[in-house]
């Protein structure tokens, strides 16, 4: 099956290729003429999310998805959430986005009393998945991973927080510093197209 999806990011590319395997051509708006930015308006993932998958149905008519991701923070009340990828500004720089979030972490606490509580950078990665098939009928996905934000930026891999979301399922590293294939297995993104592609199969 030919579907699209929203995103020109080639890491949630080669992410959701990988998690749905054979059987499923993705491709990106850009490959099909579609550069403009999509819009994201909505005030939750579920909203966004929605948008951007209409968007491309209402001018391709093809098989899409499209996925909101949000970082939710505990010690921020849920910060940065759907703002997640331009937090620290408009230009979705992923670099100023961890630098703001390790600072509002840091100014949070208090040397010698909560330097040691690691529940004060509890926090989970959300996402939500819209597809939209030949229907027009958009089905919800929800995957979620969650963790701890680290003191530091650790690690290559993976793309946006990345380097600085340590995963429950792996202790001590970031998720910048798993293998593709681990990260895929956790991921809050794998797991809301997992949930995708075994509706998809079971159809």
């Not at 331009?86 to 972490?105: C, F, S, V, W």
């Not at 509890?122 to 939209?132: E, M, N």
Request: aromatic content about 8%; charged content about 30%; proline content about 5%.
């Amino acid at each position: 099956m030919k579907i699209i999806f929203a995103t020109a990011n080639a890491g949630k590319l080669r992410e959701a290729a990988e998690v749905l395997g054979p059987g499923f051509e993705i491709v990106s708006p850009a490959s099909l003429g579609i550069t403009e930015d999509i819009p994201e308006t909505g005030s939750t993932l579920q909203e966004n999310s929605l948008q951007k998958a209409r968007y491309l149905f209402e001018r391709t008519g093809l098989p899409c998805f499209a996925d909101d991701t949000g970082l939710e923070v505990d010690a921020l009340g849920g910060a940065p959430g759907i703002y997640s990828a331009r937090y620290a500004g408009p230009g979705h720089d992923h670099q100023a986005n961890m630098d703001k979030l390790l600072a509002e972490l840091e100014k949070l606490e208090i040397p010698d009393q909560v330097r040691n509580d690691e529940r004060s950078r509890r926090a989970r990665f959300r996402t939500v998945v819209t597809l939209i098939l030949a229907d027009g009928e958009p089905r919800f996905f929800e995957g979620v991973c969650e963790g701890s934000i680290a003191r530091e930026k650790r690690g290559t891999g993976g793309f946006g927080y990345d380097p600085v979301f340590l995963p429950d399922a792996y202790p001590g590293r970031t998720l910048a510093e798993v293998s593709e294939e681990e990260k895929n297995a956790v991921s809050h993104r794998g797991r809301a197209i997992r949930a995708m592609a075994a509706w998809l199969k079971s159809r």
